[in-house]
């Protein structure tokens, strides 16, 4: 049983890589369209102006430093004259106090220190994570500086890759109790619904409907190793719900409905038609699973119905196209071979076997 919802690719992850410093870029490391780890060298920016910053700022700590010993000796030697009172106790808090602003200079002259440090590592722009790199916005040469609006590059993971697709506000509730069973299966298609690009699983449901049009987003996550999905494709996604077993399907060509519910018309050894009452299970594309109504191996008649009732003879068409779907429920329905027979008398009516 599949569920299906339009959805679109999204990268797993995606990073705009802009600069935190002011700078000149020396060096990209990275082609485009190449595929990076996690750390590697992207970018370099000239980190020749915070190294001079670093030296000079650790030319102020070292005078600060200086002036810090010498606070801390005169305090050393005011404390010691307290006891013969050659000293008011006021000076030698003032001194106190003067040693303590000098200790917070010098913390404040590292901690510019650590900063520019800092920026020197922002020189050296690495990948956050692995992925794929996209068509730079500059080169080498170029000036760049951490107020720029656009990036540098793109950098985007595309293993493993993410679809979003929605489904209507009913069936979250049956979704979500599958999935609490077992991991679901979601396949993705292409646009024209027919080429199968890839398999993955079900991650999560969002945490809100849509009040404008009654549908909630779901996440699939999918390996994409042969990149057969790219961020911002338009997919088919099929979401495997459940698989029942030894189901009695009919093509749903064959389901008639009239006043007393649903029928289809079975052959019978001679020839003649009978209409059945039938009780549909699941109806999923070309199939439909019968709950009761027909056995397997039964015939029934495909196409020109409205000229049939029963007891009416029927003869073999030579040649007749085979139509419909038998066999398991899953996405290979669409080559399943269908069980079906052509027939025709005046009436023009083909029969199938359901199975």
């Keep these: 049983m599949y569920l299906s919802g339009l959805g679109s690719v999204t990268a797993f992850n995606t990073a705009n890589i802009k600069s935190r410093v002011d700078g000149q870029i020396m060096k990209v490391n990275a082609r485009e369209g ?52 050659s000293i008011a106790q006021q000076q030698v808090d003032t001194q106190k106090a ?23 590592t922002y020189c050296h722009i690495t990948a956050p994570f692995s992925g794929r790199v996209g068509l730079r916005q500059v080169d080498p040469g170029n000036i760049v500086h951490a107020s720029d609006a656009n990036p540098m ?16 506000e009913d069936l979250l509730r049956n979704v979500a109790e599958h999935m609490r069973k077992a991991t679901l299966e ?52 099929d979401l495997l719900l459940e698989t029942r077993k030894n189901s009695t399907v009919i093509p749903t060509a064959a389901v008639l409905r009239g006043p007393q519910g649903t029928f289809v018309y079975t052959v019978n050894p001679d020839k003649t038609v009978k209409d059945r009452p039938i009780t549909i299970s699941l109806t999923q594309g070309d199939t ?8 397997p ?21 030579a040649n007749a196209p085979r139509t419909g779907t038998t066999g398991a429920l899953n996405r290979e329905r669409r080559e399943a ?10 009436s023009g009516a083909d029969q199938s076997s359901g199975s």
């Design 34 to 85: 190449q595929e990076v780890h996690e750390g590697e060298s992207l970018i370099e920016i000239d980190s020749r102006p915070y190294q001079v910053q670093i030296e000079q700022l650790q030319a102020q700590l070292f005078k600060d430093q200086a002036s810090l010993r010498d606070a801390k000796l005169n305090l050393e030697r005011y404390t010691a004259l307290i006891p013969s009172g």
């Design 98 to 120: 003067l040693v303590d602003q000098l200790e917070g200079t010098v913390r404040n002259d590292q901690a510019q220190i650590n900063s520019a440090k800092l920026n020197i």
């Design 153 to 168: 590059l793109i950098l985007t993971q595309l293993h493993p890759i993410a679809v979003i697709f929605t489904l209507p």
């Design 186 to 237: 979601v396949d993705a298609f292409s646009r024209d619904d027919q080429t199968k690009l890839a398999t993955g699983k079900l991650e999560t449901i969002d945490n809100q409907i849509d009040p404008t049009t009654g549908t909630a987003k779901l996440k699939a996550v999918f390996d994409n190793r042969d990149n057969k999905l790219w961020p911002n494709q338009f997919v088919n996604a």
């Design 288 to 295: 439909t699973v019968i709950a009761d109504g027909v056995s």
């Design 297 to 317: 191996g039964d015939t029934v008649v495909t196409d020109g119905q409205d000229k049939l009732q029963t007891g009416s003879h029927i003869e073999p068409r």
């Design 337 to 346: 071979e269908s069980h079906v027979g052509s027939s025709g008398t005046p």
